[in-house]
């Protein structure tokens, strides 16, 4: 079955330790985007991706860095000068490019980062 | 800026009565419109969009949805409610220029049996 993976499903960190988020797909999506979730704040973007070797920072982008290597894969990489990084964190992805308007986004199951 | 309302936190419905979520949305050019529904600890799950044309759009799961140009809302609507819909409801608005989806800050709907 396609789908967008994201691993690990849970994950614990101590304070001032960089971790790394994965997110694959094999959907053939060209377009990639990370967001986080709080309570009562709906979902913010972090970053997102159009095209291999390309990203750019969404709403949130401040404490966390991504790399688009390869088409089917998107990592987010929580770092120390993120100031509260404990949150729900959802990836998707999204058929075609710029032009595609009204390809909805599809989602991961997500990873909840605890960091302590 | 572009940014969508979603004005009720909590909707709770009795099973088998008709059901509404509400979505308004401001923005400067031809908005897409998305809903989407989020079961505990899952991601996002899309149900239906409007793009042009029919001003009710049917979508997944018995939902449909209602475009209302004048009043910039997408009310999301089901005629008769089930226990399995009680989840986290969540709209989004994508322009036609630009990549950006922007999303309400979600509905729970509780459906009471």
């Known amino acids: 079955d396609g789908g967008i993976t994201q691993s690990p499903k849970y994950l614990f960190r101590k304070e001032g330790q960089n971790v790394t988020l994965s997110c694959e797909q094999n959907l053939n999506h060209d377009a990639m985007y990370w967001y986080r979730q709080d309570p009562g704040q709906g979902l913010r973007l972090i970053y997102y991706s159009q095209i291999v070797n390309d990203f750019q920072k969404g709403d949130i982008a401040e404490g966390y860095s991504v790399s688009r290597e390869k088409k089917e894969s998107f990592p987010l990489t929580v770092t120390s000068a993120q100031k509260n990084p404990t949150a729900f964190y959802l990836c998707a992805s999204r058929q075609g490019a710029s032009l595609n308007y009204n390809s909805p986004l599809h989602f991961g199951n997500g990873t909840r980062l605890t960091v302590t | 800026a572009q940014s969508v309302a979603q004005p009720e936190d909590q909707v709770n419905v009795a099973e088998g009565n008709p059901l509404t979520v509400k979505c308004t949305y401001s923005?400067?050019?031809?908005?897409?419109l998305f809903w989407y529904v989020q079961y505990p600890n899952r991601g996002l799950q899309f149900l239906l969009k409007?793009?042009?044309?029919?001003?009710l759009v049917k979508g997944s799961y018995g939902f449909e949805a209602e475009f209302n140009k004048s009043q910039t809302s997408f009310h999301l609507k089901k005629p008769s409610a089930l226990v399995s819909d009680s989840a986290l409801y969540f709209c989004?608005?994508?322009?036609?220029?630009?990549?950006?989806?922007?999303f309400g800050t979600g509905t729970s709907l509780t459906v009471i049996p």
């Open positions: 923005v400067s050019g031809n908005p897409y």
């Open positions: 989004a608005v994508r322009l036609n220029t630009g990549n950006q989806f922007y």
């Open positions: 409007y793009i042009t044309g029919d001003n």
